[in-house]
C-alpha cells in the first residue's frame, strides 16, 4: 500500500530539498497533487520513484526537458526511442571526453614548460594564453 505523506516526508525520502520537489512540479515531471480544504497535500511511493528516476537521469547528463521525454516513454513499448535518446546522450559525453582530453594534454603541456622554462617574459602559462 502507498504511504501518504506530506511534502517535507517526500523529500527526506527522494533525498532532495522541498525546493527541487516545488521546481519539478512547475516543470511539470512532476504532479501536484489537489489540497484537500483543509489539509496538506500528500504524495505516494511513486513520486518518491519518479523523483529518483528523474535525479539519476540528471546524473547521467540528461536534461530536464530530456528526462520529460523519457517520463512521457515510461510504460510504453517504445524502447527504440529510449535508446535512440541515450544512444545521442552516449555520443555526447563521448565528444565532451575527447575535448576534455585534449584540453588535459594542451594544460599538461602548459605546466610543464612553467617548470622548465626560465621566467624572463612572465609566466608561460599567461604568454601562451595571450598568443594568437
Known sequence: MDEKMTI???AAAAKVNVET???YQ???LIDEPIRPHGGYRT???GDIRRIRFIKRAQLLGFALDEISSLLRLE???ACSST???AARKRAMV???LTDLQAMKIALEGMVARCGSEERN???PIIQTLIAD
Do not use: H, I, M
Request: aromatic fraction near 8%; charged fraction near 40%.
Open 75 to 77: 510504460g510504453s513499448l
Open 26 to 28: 512547475r516543470s511539470g
Open 21 to 23: 520537489v516545488r521546481f
Open 43 to 45: 504524495y505516494s511511493d
Open 8 to 10: 517535507g516526508r517526500l
Open 94 to 96: 563521448e565528444s565532451k
Open 83 to 85: 535508446r535512440d535518446l
Open 121 to 123: 617574459d612572465g609566466c
